[in-house]
Antibody, heavy 121, light 107 residues
Framework: QLQLQESGPGLVKPSETLSLTCSVS??????????WGWIRQPPGKGLEWIGS???????HYNPSLRSRVTISVDTSKSQFSLKVTSVTAADTAVYFC?????????????WGQGTLVTVSS | DIQMTQSPSSLSASVGDGVTITCRAS??????LNWYQQKPGKAPKLLIY???SLQSGVPSRFSGSGSGTDFVLTIRSLQPEDVAAYYC?????????FGQGTKVEIK
């Protein structure tokens, strides 16, 4: 059974870089059927798609975050990662990693449990 | 970006009632519309994809309809375990966008 697990610091200082990793188990990150993505949810608010990556490294970003976000994949470790630079309090959110079948901007059929990242000094 | 608007933002219904949630897109998205259920403290769960296809394992009391700009999620007979927030999502074009959510409570 596919499992996605986010990991990374839960507290990041303003202006620094947020870094998270998603570990994929129970399935292959190199499966050509799927994209892998990041979605975030500020406390008490709605969902925002950050971006998606294919195992080959092809990436699609949300233009609203494009200047500060980098998504990468390491197929040897079965992991993909997210970096958000120059963070502010507005980046405080639960960050989910997820699987998207068939399209970078498609439906999301599996989600990690999510990890809360708080931006505060 | 395609804007997704859900209504109502919250609703309260009795166990056994039928419930409908609507989602409107700012432009035509064909049938590229998905619905998710999110319980407190949990990740969202895919219920319906491509407007009306039921995701594997989802109870048949959930159904979806619509095309173009107007879509509906229906819960045929509300159960206590259906208390959650529900989100629509368009997958017609990047960037993916979500509705603001509808909170469903038991009266």
């Amino acid at each position: 059974q596919l499992q996605l697990q986010e990991s990374g610091p839960g507290l990041v200082k303003p202006s620094e870089t947020l870094s998270l990793t998603c570990s994929v188990s129970g399935g292959s990150i190199s499966d050509s059927t799927y994209f892998w993505g990041w979605i975030r949810q500020p406390p008490g608010k709605g969902l925002e798609w950050i971006g998606s990556i294919y195992y080959s490294g092809r990436i699609h970003y949300n233009p609203s975050l494009r200047s500060r976000v980098t998504i990468s994949v390491d197929t040897s470790k079965s992991q993909f990662s997210l970096k958000v630079t120059s963070v502010t309090a507005a980046d405080t959110a639960v960050y989910f990693c997820a699987r998207l079948p068939g399209a970078a901007a498609g439906r999301i059929d599996h989600w990690g449990q999510g990890t809360l990242v708080t931006v505060s000094s | 970006d395609i804007q997704m608007t859900q209504s109502p933002s919250s609703l309260s219904a009795s166990v056994g009632d039928g419930v409908t949630i609507t989602c409107r897109a700012s432009q035509s998205i064909s049938r590229s519309l998905n619905w998710y259920q999110q319980k407190p403290g949990k990740a969202p769960k895919l219920l319906i994809y491509a407007a009306s296809s039921l995701q594997s394992g989802v109870p048949s009391r959930f159904s979806g309809s619509g095309s173009g700009t107007d879509f509906v999620l229906t819960i045929r007979s509300l159960q206590p375990e259906d208390v959650a927030a529900y989100y629509c999502q368009q997958s017609y074009s990047a960037p993916v966008t979500f509705g603001q959510g509808t909170k469903v409570e038991i009266k």
